[in-house]
Nanobody
Framework: QVQLVESGGGLVQAGGSLRLSCAGS????????MAWFRQAPGKEREFVAA???????DYADSVKGRFAISRDNAKTTVFLQMNSLEPEDTAVYYC??????????????WGKGTQVTVSS
C-alpha cells in the first residue's frame, strides 16, 4: 500500500511563496507519475500540476507560470513550489500518485492533504 504524506502548508500573505512536499512510501515517487490537486471550501477538487516518470510536467492554466512541480534526485519526494500566491489559491492541497488520469483526477493513491491559506 502506497502512503503519501504532504507537508509545507500554512498561512501566507498574497504575493508570497510556499513550497509543499510530498513524501511517498515504497519508492512511489520513483515508480509513478505524481500530481498535486487542491480543493477549496465549497468547490470540487481540481488538478494543479503533474510530473511524469520522465519528468514531463503539466499545469492547470490557473497556476501556470506561478507554480512549479519537481522531484528530488533521490526520487523520494515531490515538491510544489508556489509563488505569487493569491487568495484564490486557498485550499487543501493533495498529493497523488499512479496512472495517467491527472486531468480527470483518477490517480491511484492519495495523501490526506495540507492546508494552504493565502490572506489578502
Amino acid at each position: 500500500q502506497v502512503q503519501l504524506v504532504e507537508s509545507g502548508g500554512g498561512l501566507v500573505q498574497a504575493g508570497g511563496s510556499l513550497r509543499l512536499s510530498c513524501a511517498g512510501s515504497g519508492r512511489a515517487v520513483s515508480r509513478y507519475n505524481m500530481a498535486w490537486f487542491r480543493q477549496a471550501p465549497g468547490k470540487e477538487r481540481e488538478f494543479v500540476a503533474a510530473i511524469t516518470l520522465v519528468s514531463g510536467t503539466d499545469y492547470a492554466d490557473s497556476v501556470k507560470g506561478r507554480f512549479a512541480i519537481s522531484r528530488d534526485n533521490a526520487k523520494t519526494t515531490v515538491f510544489l513550489q508556489m509563488n505569487s500566491l493569491e487568495p484564490e489559491d486557498t485550499a487543501v492541497y493533495y498529493c497523488a500518485a499512479g496512472g495517467t488520469g491527472w486531468r480527470r483526477g483518477t490517480m491511484a493513491y492519495w495523501g490526506k492533504g495540507t492546508q494552504v491559506t493565502v490572506s489578502s
